[in-house]
């Protein structure tokens, strides 16, 4: 590398900026700065994963970019950014999707819901294996397969009748059934051990909505 390469390289190096990840390791951005590239500088060598030093460091050993100079610079005492590396977010209920009745929690449908997406929820199917009519009781029965974006499903039945409802759902039970279908199958997917608010029978009463004396 001759010296004019090598001071054409190190007036580009001044108004890089370089992140330093470890006492070894190194990230610096392009003159663009979309873009970054991987630095290793040990006592034994200097790579850098741009295609200069590529091109160029099989025919000289002692090849050096301009972002390993711009490196070279922060190690010689100038300023570089610290790197820190954050952990992914984890799924999480939150609080107030639950719900303490009588000493025992439950969880409402939509915390359920929220959760699922937080996971990665990708679909969500529903199919009607009985509609409620007379000669059945009125009772609904839907079946619900929760799909993940890995692929992943997770099913389970959900049923609705006029003795498992409060009166004001007993004129919605195919939806019902649906609604308690989605949340068995959402607890499946989202390792929910407490039962949905919607899967209780008489909610006003449950709640103290219940006004009646």
Known sequence: MTKNQMQQRTEKAENLKVFQVNKDTFYCESSEGKIAYRISITDESCECSCGD????????PNFRCKHILACFSVIAGESAETVSFLKK??????DRFKISIEGREFVKYAGLLDLGHQKGLAGIEVAVLQIPDKENNNFAICKATIMSKTGDTFTDIGDANPLNTNTKVSKHLLRMASTRAIARALRSYTNIGMTCLEELTDLDELTGDNKST
């Open 89 to 94: 977010k984890q799924p999480r209920l939150d």
């Open 53 to 60: 030093f590529a091109r160029n460091s099989k025919a000289d």
